[in-house]
């Protein structure tokens, strides 16, 4: 047969990790098996989901190995979204738009729950997956099954109906987490937990809930609306023991720090248990050795006075011959004192004759500066009325009185011509 267009709706996607992609193509009729080599996948502008419709350019193959008859696939295109995916995307953002997917109204799982209830079917494996991490990681933690269908009809209302009881019963049951936990599959196979009440319960559950649906890549609204979603359900068993494995491991390390503390400690001890038993000595040794300590200290003693009463003894010599040296001497005194006086007496006459010629000397100049003097060898000093100094004949006119001083008496003259 030769390369056709087939189209339909991609369910169960296997991503190898050789970088193979296989899937089925479906329709409302009839599905079959597909591959797509790494070689072409990787060539692809869009990641392939499933619910999602494309169209596929393929050659019909047969797989010897099974007897089966697939498609392997040259080139693939999106064609629309399938009806699930369409109704899982329409829900999601009618959920978030309600803000029920907003992470400020998740909350956080308890570090050291007393219990964990589990949401899950009594027969999956993703239980088995669940018991056994916890078993490993915290075995004392108690464990409540809540069993519920995963997969069919009325699976999501039987599964919101669990939450919901689950809910009522977490403080009489003393369970601070739940979770809600099943294995990967298609679409449809997951569908149960794209319930929109059940994403209101999960919401609504007085204690957080952990879901852990499917694998890596499966996405579901009961993710979205949990307060944490897990890859796994061996993934959200190591979320829900993750505060006893993080104290267990810091157990240990504290176990490390006490043990190389009391190591530390011991030695100690023992360096100090040697030392003391090197000082300890037998009683009568020690009495022998204060007594030998007390003679020796007696003849330190007794030197030592000796010694200290024999400087004193000088120092109190060198003292007294020192005040016998500065005994007082009243007759070099008396002398020293005659002698200051004579110099005395001359030292004053020879002061006062000088300054006797000084004042002489001092009113012969005075007597030559005096006015009386000037005026005597043939000035005179002449005023205007108004007693001011004529120094200039333009200080009077024509006509003005003048008074002349001589060096004996007064004349009054009248002007009557100027040069």
């Known amino acids: 047969m030769p390369l056709l267009w087939v189209g339909g709706e991609v369910s169960n996607v296997t991503r190898a ?47 010897e190995a099974r007897g089966d008859y697939q498609l392997n696939i040259e080139t693939l295109r999106p064609a629309g979204i399938g009806n699930l995916f369409e109704a899982f995307n329409r829900l999601r953002e009618k959920l978030a738009a309600e803000g029920l997917f907003d ?5 956080p799982l308890p570090p050291f729950p007393r219990a964990v209830g589990i949401v899950t079917s009594p027969q999956a494996a993703a239980l ?23 997969q069919g009809v009325d699976a999501g209302a039987r599964l919101t109906a669990v939450i919901q ?32 009440a059940l994403a209101r319960a999960i919401r609504a559950c007085p204690v957080p809930v952990v879901s852990g649906v499917g694998h890596e890549t499966d996405f579901t609204i009961a993710d979205f609306a949990a307060d944490l979603r897990a890859a796994t359900p061996t993934a959200a068993a190591e979320q829900a023991s993750a505060g006893f494995h993080a104290a267990l491991a810091q157990c240990g390390q504290f176990e490390r720090q006490l043990t190389r503390s009391m190591q530390r400690r011991l030695e100690t ?6 030392r003391c038993a090197f000082r300890l000595v037998h009683p009568r040794e020690r009495l022998r050795r204060a007594a030998e300590s007390v003679t020796r200290l007696r003849h330190d003693m007794g030197r030592a006075m000796h010694n200290h009463l024999a400087v004193l003894g000088a120092r109190q010599a060198q003292i007294g011959t020192r005040l016998r040296a500065q005994r ?19 030292a004053m006459s020879t002061h006062l004759e000088a300054r006797r010629h000084a004042l002489e000397a ?40 003048v008074h002349v001083q001589l060096a ?5 003259a009248v002007v009557t011509a100027r040069d």
């Open 269 to 274: 001890a023992a360096q100090r248990l040697d």
């Open 128 to 150: 088995r997956d669940v018991i056994a991490t916890l078993r490993r990681r915290c075995p004392h933690l108690p464990l409540i099954l809540y069993p519920a269908p995963v």
């Open 103 to 107: 992470p400020a109204q998740r909350r």
């Open 165 to 196: 009881e689950a809910g009522r019963r977490a403080a009489a049951d003393g369970i601070d987490l739940i979770l809600l936990v099943r294995g990967g599959g298609s679409i449809e196979d997951l569908w149960a937990f794209n319930d929109e």
């Open 328 to 346: 007082p001497r009243p007759a070099r005194a008396q002398q020293a004192v005659d002698q200051f006086a004579v110099r005395l007496q001359r």
């Open 408 to 412: 004996h008496g007064r004349l009054t």
């Open 362 to 401: 001092i009113a012969a100049h005075l007597k030559h500066l005096a006015p009386e003097a000037v005026l005597a060898r043939g000035y005179s000093i002449t005023r205007n009325d108004s007693g001011a100094i004529l120094r200039t004949s333009n200080a009077v006119g024509d006509g003005d009185a």
């Open 17 to 63: 990790s050789s970088g193979h992609l296989y899937f089925t193509l479906k329709d409302a009729n009839a599905q079959v098996r597909c591959a797509m080599w790494r070689n072409r996948a990787q060539l692809l502008a869009f990641r392939p989901e499933n619910g999602m419709k494309v169209e596929a350019r393929a050659l019909v193959t047969l797989y």
